[in-house]
């Protein structure tokens, strides 16, 4: 009996990993229940490390946009370190093309850096990293590649 649990948890979690090379970002996903997005921002010109001494910049609203940014997912704001992690439920399990999506800063980013432009939005675009099929539908983790400046 004491495995019980165990095997409940097991049928429960069971999982099935599907490794995915870095170079399919352009995958549509289908039923999408659970979103992940991690990533840095670094106090530079560019929002990215410029080496190790590269320190983060808390407290920053970072935002996950789809479709040309006429679809805002989720945010999150970074912490000490400058990491970021954007989570998203989704209850119904969502269909939609993850290469249409970027994190985005809007500058002025709040915070002691000075290095980073005064105006503009930093963008980012995620690239995947595992699709995990679950019971309830698929959990996708991403992380956030390198900002670039775009204007206005
Ligand atoms: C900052 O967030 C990252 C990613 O969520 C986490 O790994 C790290 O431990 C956090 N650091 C602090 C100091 O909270």
């Given at each position: 009996?004491?495995?019980?649990?165990?095997m409940?948890?097991?049928?429960l979690?069971?999982?099935?990993?599907?490794p995915?090379?870095?170079?399919?970002?352009?995958?549509?996903?289908?039923?999408?229940?659970?979103?992940?997005?991690?990533?840095?921002?670094?106090?530079?010109?560019?929002?990215?490390?410029?080496?190790?001494?590269?320190?983060?910049?808390?407290?920053?609203?970072?935002?996950?946009?789809?479709?040309?940014?006429?679809?805002?997912?989720?945010?999150?704001?970074?912490?000490?370190?400058?990491?970021?992690?954007?989570?998203?439920?989704?209850?119904?399990?969502?269909?939609?093309?993850?290469?249409?999506?970027?994190?985005?800063?809007?500058?002025?980013?709040?915070?002691?850096?000075?290095?980073?432009?005064?105006?503009?939005?930093?963008?980012?675009?995620?690239?995947?990293?595992?699709?995990?099929?679950?019971?309830?539908?698929?959990?996708?983790?991403?992380?956030?590649?390198?900002?670039?400046?775009?204007?206005?």
């Amino acid at each position: 009996m004491a495995q019980y649990p165990t095997m409940l948890l097991l049928a429960l979690f069971f999982v099935v990993a599907i490794p995915l090379a870095h170079s399919t970002i352009t995958t549509e996903l289908t039923n999408l229940v659970e979103l992940r997005v991690a990533g840095v921002l670094s106090c530079s010109a560019t929002g990215n490390p410029v080496d190790t001494t590269s320190q983060g910049i808390a407290g920053v609203n970072v935002v996950l946009v789809c479709n040309g940014g006429q679809t805002e997912l989720g945010q999150a704001i970074t912490n000490i370190t400058g990491a970021y992690e954007v989570t998203l439920h989704l209850v119904d399990g969502l269909s939609f093309d993850t290469s249409t999506c970027f994190t985005t800063v809007r500058l002025p980013a709040v915070g002691s850096c000075t290095l980073l432009p005064p105006t503009g939005i930093l963008q980012a675009p995620i690239t995947i990293i595992s699709l995990t099929q679950s019971v309830v539908g698929v959990v996708g983790v991403f992380v956030g590649g390198l900002f670039s400046v775009v204007s206005l």
